[in-house]
């Protein structure tokens, strides 16, 4: 199965055993493995590790939840962006959508499997 890296945020990591404690933790939350990388982007305040993620996701569990989506204004546009916005999380859309905070921010309803 093809695989591709991502930097994700990780909130501040002190040194190298700081991120050996707490970068397996990030990639696993994102369905991932640490490849032993990681920076700081702004000091004091906030890292990134590097991540090697599945470019599809399998397995026989499930999980549904609703993840943020920006402004989203009508089905036509939910349909539309759906899949893109769900695989920015590493999941599928399932069509589901609805506003949350009037003109500000909707959410859609993402399926993770693994």
Known sequence: MS???VNIPAGPIWDQKDAEDKAPLVAA????KWTGQWNTV???EMSVVEVELQVKNTGSDCFKTNVLA????SNDEAQKVG???AASYGGTFTGE???IVEGKMSVI???FKF
Request: charged share 15%.
């Open 42 to 44: 702004v000091q004091g």
């Open 29 to 32: 939350a994102h369905q991932g």
């Open 3 to 5: 695989t591709f890296k």
């Open 83 to 85: 899949e893109t916005l």
């Open 70 to 73: 920006g402004p989203l204004w």
């Open 97 to 99: 959508w609805h506003t």
């Open 109 to 111: 309803e993402v399926e």
